[in-house]
C-alpha cells in the first residue's frame, strides 16, 4: 500500500487539473497562434507560466487502483502489476488465467 499523502497529492493534483484546463487551453492556443501580434503572445506565456505548477496535466503520476502503487501501472487496466497478478490468481478478472509450468 502506498503512502495516504502521495496518493492525496495525486488526486489533489488531478483536481487542480480539472478546474485550470480550459484557461490553460485558452492561453495556449493564444501563444500559438502564428496570426497574433508578438507582444499579445508573449503576454499569454507569462499568464500560463504564472499559473500553478500542480495545474499541469503532465504532473499527475499514474497510480493503481487496489494499491497506489506508482510503478509498473497497466493504462488500460489501471491496475499495477502486481495487483494484476493478485486478482488474475484470484480468478476475478473475465478471461485472464494463471498458467504454471
Not at 499523502?5 to 487542480?16: D, F
Request: hydrophobic share 35%; charged share 35%; net charge positive.
Amino acid at each position: 500500500m502506498a503512502k495516504k499523502s502521495a496518493i492525496e497529492k495525486n488526486e489533489k493534483r488531478r483536481r487542480m487539473v480539472a478546474k485550470y484546463a480550459a484557461k490553460r487551453a485558452e492561453l495556449k492556443a493564444i501563444s500559438r497562434n502564428e496570426e497574433l501580434p508578438q507582444e499579445e503572445r508573449f503576454a499569454a506565456r507569462l499568464t500560463l507560466a504564472s499559473l500553478p505548477r500542480n495545474s499541469s496535466k503532465t504532473r499527475i503520476r499514474n497510480r493503481c487502483e487496489l494499491t497506489g502503487r506508482p510503478r509498473g501501472v497497466y493504462r488500460k487496466l489501471k491496475l499495477s502489476r502486481i495487483g494484476l497478478r493478485d486478482m488474475a490468481s484470484n480468478g476475478q478478472i473475465p478471461g485472464m488465467v494463471k498458467s504454471s509450468w
